[in-house]
């Protein structure tokens, strides 16, 4: 399944330090067509229709992905008239209007006949987080669907030697400390995504003595300690020597969700 740009810009608002406020509860509903980044497709519209609570495992590990499933079947009322073909879903935070969390299409059309209730079977609903981000915050993420809010963080950068969360450690030296990022608000690129990006300029204290070696950044949720929220592979490894000043230009940080 898809995040809309509520969502999206729901949960990259935590990085300006705004906490996302999860729903109590989050219901499934069936659409005719995609309701796509804004959650605006048709949706399916007979007697007796009504979108239904919809509960999730906790998030997990499966094929390199953090994923949760609907725990129960989920059965619709029955029609009494032929409704129309359903090709998506959607997972809204409340039973009438409210804001569309995800979307996602079925793996086969739904035709809805006469004296048919629609189901959606356990397990049959996948939401899943990918890129980035990291296995915590994926796991933030997608709790989001079980009612858990997130707090809202003041982000910091920060430079490693190896993955954070496969032992990388943090670089040490004289006068290295991480440095506080701001945030422009969401904004929606040509894709469709919604996307954050830095709007102060992040320098790093000059070193007073070798840091070591550089190949891992990090946005962390605190100034000291605290979790990795993304985490970025440079692809380059470089040796910290003294004198050398690593900085991020304004807008050179971008941050999305997927």
Not at 18 to 40: D, H, M, R, S
Not at 74 to 79: A, E, Y
Not at 99 to 123: F, H, Q, T
């Amino acid at each position: 399944m898809y995040a809309t740009n509520y969502l999206e810009k729901s949960f990259l608002n935590i990085m300006k330090n705004i906490t996302l406020t999860a729903p109590n509860e989050v219901y499934a509903g069936l659409y005719i067509t995609n309701p796509g980044e804004e959650g605006k497709g048709v949706e399916v519209n007979y007697k007796g229709y009504e979108r239904q609570v919809i509960k999730f495992n906790n998030a997990s590990e499966s094929d390199g992905q953090i994923q949760i499933k609907n725990l129960n079947q989920i059965n619709f009322p029955q029609s009494s008239t032929d409704a129309g073909t359903i090709t998506y879903i959607g997972i809204s935070d409340s039973k009438l209007g409210g804001n569309m969390l995800a979307y996602g299409k079925l793996v086969e059309d739904l035709d809805i006949r006469s004296g048919e209730s629609p189901v959606l079977m356990a397990e049959e609903v996948v939401v899943f987080s990918t890129g980035q981000l990291s296995k915590t915050y994926k796991k933030k993420l997608l709790h989001v669907f079980k009612g858990e809010s997130i707090q809202g963080v003041q982000p910091h950068l920060a430079l490693f030697n190896g993955n954070p969360e496969n032992g990388g450690a943090e670089l040490l030296g004289d006068n290295y400390e991480r440095v506080a990022i701001e945030f422009k608000s969401p904004e929606e690129s040509s894709s469709g995504q919604s996307i954050i990006s830095n709007s102060n300029e992040v320098i790093f204290n000059r070193p007073s003595t070798d840091w070591g070696v550089w190949n891992f950044t990090a946005v962390m949720d605190n100034k000291t300690n605290g979790e990795p929220i993304w985490i970025y592979d440079r692809g380059i490894v470089k040796e910290l020597k003294r004198g050398y000043m690593p900085k991020a230009d304004t807008g050179a940080l971008k941050f999305a969700i997927n």
